[in-house]
């Protein structure tokens, strides 16, 4: 789900053409945090659960290290390009289940246990607490659970083309928040996971430099905005007046965005040795 929606998360906001522009301008997660979650994977014979997956980008790079690999979303639409993209890249050992963070303690006993539970800038939309409690019973012994967040809102950065696109989405939304959610998101995940008794919390971090052009920012903020919001009819419209500011702003064409990649990695404690809590 989105990490970095410019508007409020009305229901059904990643329908229709969202997802379709979520599946292709959300970046893949960086390869060193993908070898570093392989540790879960028990030689491939581990089990994988994505919540809040959408439309497949961390799942996707991790299942062909894992024997099974079970994604969950509330949106339809997100799942369905999922779907697309798993049988275009061949993916066969993935399931998809329309379902939410708070469904999870109906569907515990019937999902079983997993090495490795993800969640992809998501963690924002759930309720922390209860979302980790949860998950902390479907772990298996010394399994794990990793919140990432994949960059933060492109709005927020300094640079010229950043504030053109903060002025232009302010025009036509109102103001928006300076409240960095990725860098909210592994806060208040780190520090749940140690109230609720996880071992070996640790963060991780890397940041990069990428080439982004006019077409990415417009499916970015496409892929973040839903059709109530935006209305199929009025995105004409609307993207050429956002190409219009971004160049104005950045007429050479290319842009250069600073990606953090932000995630939290926590481990449960052997079975028979852990505390209720």
Sequence with gaps: MSGDAPVDSAERAFSGDTAA???RYRR???????????????AGDGR?????????????QLAGHF???VGIDSEPDMLSEAVRVARNRDVGNAEWINASSGDLPRLESELGRFDLVTIGTAFHFMEPRATLRTLKRMLT???GVVVACNGSQMWLHLDPWAKALRS???SRFGPLRDLDV???AVRVCEATMRDLGFRDVERWERTYQSTIDIDFIVGHIFSATSPAQIPPEQRPAFEEHLRAAIAAAAPFGNMTETVVVRAVIGRTKPRGTEVST
């Design 48 to 60: 994988l659960l994505d919540l809040g997956c959408g439309t497949g980008q961390l799942l996707l």
């Design 67 to 69: 024997a099974e690999a």
């Design 182 to 184: 990725a860098v909210e």
């Design 28 to 42: 893949e997660y960086p390869a060193e945090l993908i070898l570093r979650l392989r540790q879960f994977s028990r």
């Design 141 to 143: 012994s010394g399994g």
């Design 168 to 170: 232009f989405l302010e």
């Design 21 to 23: 522009c979520y599946a």
